[in-house]
């Protein structure tokens, strides 16, 4: 899929088949995340992708919408505020770091005509527990990684001129 069509075509999807996810395509996904940059290159993340039933079962009870359960696999984006780059402040950068490397995750799995639906609306603790993620890294998103069963229509956007301004 050509890049802008697959920003284009992109929604966060909420029904899954229960169609195995090639592996070809979670390579190439590997590949779109292993390139996403961040501060200084330490890359302070890593991805589980989660084909196991019994740990997207022990997952999808931490964060229970009934869609999650559905898809076949279930990504992880899991960070380590001790490594990522700091701001002159002292704060960490992990949450912007993450941020372009799910971007990459949930567009490249477009691209492979996949369907995601980035969550960060769960408890940190509790799904670093059960995902058996030990400090300092924690889980800080996941994503139903599957074949859409329905795909949403394409949410009202802004006016590209409140959002994007070229200033001379």
Excluded at 131 to 159: D, F, M, N, Y
Aim: proline share 6%; net charge neutral.
């Amino acid at each position: 899929m050509e890049f802008y069509d697959a920003i284009k075509t992109r929604h966060s999807v909420r029904s899954y088949t229960g169609e195995t996810v090639p592996r070809e395509a979670l390579d190439r996904i590997a590949q779109a995340v292993s390139a996403a940059p961040s501060a200084c290159n330490i890359q302070p993340w890593t991805f589980r992708v989660i084909l196991n039933q019994d740990l997207r079962a022990a997952i999808s009870s931490v964060y229970k919408a009934p869609w999650l359960a559905e898809a076949p696999a279930i990504v992880l984006c899991i960070g380590n505020k001790e490594a990522a780059w700091k701001r002159i402040e002292g704060g960490s950068i992990l949450d912007m770091d993450i941020g372009i490397a799910m971007e990459h995750l949930v567009l490249a799995a477009a691209a492979e005509g996949l369907a995601t639906c980035w969550i960060c609306a769960f408890e940190v603790k509790k799904m670093s527990a059960v995902a058996g993620i030990l400090p300092p890294w924690e889980v800080l998103a996941i994503s139903p990684l599957g074949k859409a069963r329905t795909v949403p229509q394409s949410p009202k956007r802004k006016e590209i001129s409140e959002l994007f301004r070229v200033i001379e």
